[in-house]
Nanobody, 128 residues
Framework: QVQLVESGGGLVQAGGSLRLSCAAS????????MGWFRQAPGKEREFVAA????????????TYADSVKGRFTISRDNAENTVYLQMNSLKPEDTAVYYC?????????????????WGQGTQVTVSS
């Protein structure tokens, strides 16, 4: 079983940047699809970005929510067993708890219930 620990959250002004890290232990993440989700107060958890363990079934290894496309970048370092989420041009509406998740099966990159393992989350707050 893989365990995930997120870090890198914090308070940033609008327009600023943060890089979230998701450190995995227990198993190598090279065989997992990895995703980032977020949940704002009073809202449902929503998909942010995901990266497949290889070229995925649509021919791309990464996919993003429309709301973050062009501003966020997901990447993975299999040697470090870590996944990153680089967040640029942050907006107040990006404020949420951000969760890292791992998926062993090829079900869906964007549906939260397809993921098997979750981290505890890291708070991102963007001030206006």
């Amino acid at each position: 079983q893989v365990q995930l620990v997120e870090s890198g959250g914090g308070l940033v002004q609008a327009g600023g940047s943060l890089r979230l890290s998701c450190a995995a232990s227990g198993r190598t993440i090279s065989n997992y699809a990895m995703g980032w989700f977020r949940q704002a107060p009073g809202k449902e958890r929503e998909f942010v970005a995901a990266i497949s363990w290889s070229v995925n079934w649509s021919g791309r290894s990464t996919t993003y929510a429309d709301s973050v496309k062009g501003r966020f970048t997901i990447s993975r370092d299999n040697a470090e067993n870590t996944v990153y989420l680089q967040m640029n041009s942050l907006k107040p509406e990006d404020t949420a708890v951000y969760y890292c998740a791992a998926q062993a099966k090829r079900i869906s990159l964007v549906i939260s219930t397809a993921y098997d393992t979750w981290g505890q989350g890291t708070q991102v707050t963007v001030s206006s």
